[in-house]
């Protein structure tokens, strides 16, 4: 598969739809069994508040995972990201209720890095509960 947003068609400042992601407990149990990351942090509330943490909280492979789909589906092929990185800022708390936590997306292209390789920088800004959860988020994308 192959990006189905052209280079040509892109231009700096370029805003990506923006996503809302819902996080919940059971979320974070499933992506336990996917992950392997059984740390009990995600998913024992008297755990994690032992070792001075709020509450339970998100992985933060999971977070990241989330904030890239903004960036996949807009390119319409994951394939096409081909550098991706982020440093986590903040956790994303998961209370205990059926609402649980949000992971709020949007990103903007940030520079047409190489118009040989069609490639572009997306810079995305990810918040839960108002907070900034990553920082430094950034992916490389190549364009068709």
Not at 8 to 33: H, I, K, N, W
Not at 53 to 62: N, R
Not at 98 to 122: H, M, N, Q, Y
Not at 127 to 137: D, E, W
Request: charge should be negative.
């Amino acid at each position: 598969m192959t990006a189905t947003i052209a280079y040509a068609d892109v231009e700096l400042g370029t805003e990506l739809p923006a996503q809302s992601f819902p996080v919940r407990r059971d979320t974070l149990v499933r992506y336990a069994g996917a992950s392997g990351d059984f740390n009990p942090i995600h998913w024992n509330e008297r755990f994690a508040r032992e070792v001075g943490l709020p509450d339970v909280i998100a992985h933060g492979m999971f977070t990241m995972a989330c904030a890239v789909r903004v960036v996949t589906d807009w390119a319409g092929d994951p394939a096409a990201v081909i550098e991706y990185g982020v440093r986590f800022t903040k956790p994303v708390i998961v209370p205990d209720d059926d609402e649980g936590a949000r992971i709020e997306v949007s990103a903007k292209v940030a520079a047409k890095l190489d118009d040989d390789a069609r490639t572009v920088r997306v810079d995305l800004t990810a918040t839960s509960a108002g907070q900034k959860v990553l920082g430094m988020a950034r992916a490389v994308v190549r364009l068709a």
